[in-house]
């Protein structure tokens, strides 16, 4: 069993500190605020949540959770901290890190003064770079010692929600961090392992963007489950039927699939749906933020892929991929078609390879090219061999992936820009020659 250290005592702080003295864990809680401590020393929770009372009593009484305000006293008697401070908005909307900061700066003085490892884990919600740019400095400027050598550091996000904090503790849906140090790394796995929930190790960075991400996810959620509901309400409906039943399509509506970063949606449905349902709502007097939002986005998106190209200086381009999708030879509405179309106006030379649409050309097929209205002569641009195509174009645009392209790919991607705006292989990064829309 460890001991730990939990500074402060808020809705997370207490939670945690409390569950951690559940598990066996031998827990001081530090907080600045004395109602808070004495609270916790007198077997209360200072907070109200379901289940706290019993359980501060129970942790307390069986001495395994006391607090105090003695920083030092709480270093000294732990091997690593919690931080769960909080970091309310700044004025500008940047997260507040004026107690973050502060609690950094107290624990390294104290770490000054111990000689045995420490491992500092920060639990509060920060942007990426956060513990990098703010924590460690803090950390090692008061203590004078070397993150990740001589003292741990760890980013390790909450996910728990208010009213049923201690059952997720118990029971989350998410389990993610980053360390520095394999000490702390170590402490954490042991920490959650007899949890049910997959463990993700990665960055520090990466944890500080997935807690935003997941808590951005749901208001997105809910702001577009309002707006359901308000344009539903418009039309005579109930939304929440509506959207009761779409969250019971687990293979479509709720799909992970697009949930993957990359290019703009098209398509013979999704644009012009979005187009109608807003014009619906808009007819019917109820504004429509977020479709006017995500029109806006999607465009932005094309536009984003335009400026990749523009930035590459090359003036032949060569597209893998033009239809809305791989696997189709339907261009309606294909945002890889309008950006071809573009740049085709723009004065770049552009040159497709898309087997699906070039089969439906060499077949003569009555519907070839369908959907396409904004490249005249789509079929004169269509190319046969992608290793030719490559060869005959400054830059690659992959937008599509087809199986056995990355091969040639990859190699071009050694002499000329790719720019990839589907990821073609899942490890592959910005790096040279190589650029991805969003990775
Ligand atoms: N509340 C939630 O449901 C929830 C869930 C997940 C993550 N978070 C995040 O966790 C963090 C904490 O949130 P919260 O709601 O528990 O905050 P809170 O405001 O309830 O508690 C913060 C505590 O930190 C104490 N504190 C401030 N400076 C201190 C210092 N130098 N030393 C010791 N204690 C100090 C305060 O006195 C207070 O008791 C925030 O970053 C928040 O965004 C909150």
Redesign the pocket.
């Known amino acids: 069993m460890a001991r730990i250290s939990v ?7 207490v939670v945690s500190a409390a569950c951690l003295a559940k598990d066996g864990h031998q827990v001081i809680a ?4 004395p109602g ?1 401590i004495k609270a916790i020393n007198d077997g209360l929770s200072p907070i109200v949540e379901n289940g706290l009372d019993e359980l501060i009593a129970e942790v307390v009484a069986a001495g395994r959770l006391t607090a105090t305000n003695d920083v030092q006293y709480a270093i000294d008697n732990t091997d690593a901290s919690f931080i ?4 309310p908005s700044a004025e500008d909307g940047s997260v507040g890190l004026k ?1 973050v900061r ?2 950094c700066e ?1 624990i390294g003085a104290a770490l000054a003064n111990k000689s045995s490892y420490h491992s500092v884990v920060v ?3 920060i942007v990426p770079g956060s513990c990098e740019g703010t924590c460690i400095p803090a950390l090692e400027s008061k203590s004078g010692k070397v993150a990740g050598k001589d003292f741990g550091v760890g980013y390790y ?6 009213s049923t904090a201690i059952e997720d503790y118990y029971d989350p849906g998410l389990i993610v961090f980053g360390a520095m140090d394999k000490p702390t790394a170590d402490f954490l796995t042991a920490l959650n392992d007899m949890l049910n929930c997959k463990i993700h190790v990665v960055d520090l960075r990466t944890a500080e963007m997935v807690k935003y991400t997941s808590n951005t996810w749901r208001a997105v959620k809910v702001t577009f489950a309002n707006e359901i509901g308000n344009i539903a309400k418009s039309a005579g409906l109930d939304g929440q039927t509506v959207m009761e039943i779409l969250c019971s399509d687990e293979k479509v509506a709720m799909s992970k699939y697009f949930m993957r970063p990359g290019f703009a949606f098209g398509g013979s449905c999704l644009p012009k749906d979005v187009r109608a349902l807003r014009h619906l709502a808009a007819t019917n007097g109820t504004p429509a933020h977020l479709l006017n939002a995500v029109i806006e986005a999607n465009e932005a998106q094309i536009q984003r892929a335009e400026s990749m190209i523009e930035a590459s200086g090359a003036k032949k381009v060569g597209f893998v991929g033009i239809s809305f999708k791989p696997g189709t030879d339907d261009l309606r509405e294909s945002p890889l078609a309008e950006l071809a179309a573009r740049l085709i106006k723009n004065g770049v030379g552009v040159e497709i390879y898309d087997p699906y649409v070039f089969e439906a050309y060499a077949n003569n097929n009555s519907t070839a090219g369908r959907g396409n209205d904004v490249i005249p002569d789509l079929k004169d641009r269509m190319v046969e061999s992608l290793d030719q195509m490559i060869n005959d174009n400054g830059a690659i645009l992959v937008g599509n992936y087809y199986k056995g392209s990355i091969p040639s790919l990859q190699e071009a991607a050694k002499t000329r820009p790719v720019l990839d705006l589907t990821r073609m292989k899942r490890d592959m990064v910005s790096d040279g020659h190589y650029q991805g829309i969003c990775w």
Do not use: C, H, Q
């Not at 500074?7 to 702080?13: E, P, R």
């Not at 530090?30 to 605020?33: A, P």
């Not at 769960?84 to 970091?87: L, P």
């Open positions: 500074f402060g005592i808020g809705y997370v702080g530090v907080d600045v605020d808070k769960a401070v909080g970091t107690y502060g609690v107290n639990r509060s919600t996000p909450e996910f728990l929600r208010e």
